[in-house]
């Protein structure tokens, strides 16, 4: 692997006001993986936060511009928690611009950004930020331990794919809502700059952050997409 970005669904920041473990975990992994000399940036997203606050702008009439703004906000949020708890090895601010992500690279330190345009969720970012820094791979931690033929949380009879192409992909997501704050596995945008850019995604769950640490030592973890 060239380097990764590691976006860090709703999934690590949900319940973080009454119990952290879960993002201290994921922390933990990612200092692991830095540790073994790995090239990172860190995108992260909203979870249920973002969610609330997209609903109390649309029930005050605010635009989807304006939804979109206030997910991003929250994001930021995120990402500066996520800064705090890396300490030195993160880029001291959050990361505003693919432009910052490739100087905060360029420090050696790890970039970490939230959202960054209205329009775009936080997986067209991630793909964006891949693409600018010139890395391989992108890994989402989410919900889910991988992609499946239909919801897990739904139906848990359901099928984990392990490996698909991204043509597979965005038939799988076709239809789906593109809200704010709606965004299911990765949004179309995304897909397009992955797949234009030969970048392999891999989809694993929040709740095993240590399979990042499976991933680099080429254990077959979660879904992959190429």
């Not at 989402?140 to 139906?155: A, C, F, H, Q, S």
């Amino acid at each position: 692997m060239r380097g990764i970005v590691l976006l860090l669904g709703g999934r690590v920041f949900e319940g973080i006001f009454e119990d952290s473990s879960r993002f201290n975990r994921v922390i933990e992994s990612i200092k692991e993986v830095h540790g073994r000399g790995m090239s990172l940036a860190i995108v992260t997203g909203g979870s249920e936060i973002a969610r609330k606050y997209i609903e109390a702008v649309r029930n005050t009439g605010g635009s989807k511009y304006m939804q979109d703004y206030a997910g991003i906000l929250v994001t930021r949020l995120h990402a500066l928690l996520t800064i705090s708890a890396l300490g030195d090895l993160a880029y001291p601010k959050v990361v505003e611009s693919y432009e910052e992500a490739a100087l905060a690279a360029s420090t050696s330190r790890i970039p970490v950004s939230g959202g960054i345009h209205p329009g775009y969720s936080t997986d067209a970012v991630a793909a964006i930020i891949a693409e600018r820094l010139g890395y391989d791979t992108l890994v989402k931690m989410t919900g889910v331990d991988g992609i499946y033929e239909e919801d897990p949380r739904k139906n848990p009879g359901a099928r984990r794919i392990e490996e698909l192409s991204y043509d597979s992909l965005e038939k799988l997501v076709m239809g789906k809502s593109y809200d704010p704050g709606r965004y299911e596995l990765l949004d179309i945008t995304s897909i397009k700059i992955l797949r234009r850019s030969s970048i392999k995604t891999i989809i694993l769950s929040a709740d095993e952050p240590m399979a990042l640490i499976d991933l680099l030592e080429g254990k077959r973890v979660g879904s992959s997409v190429r």
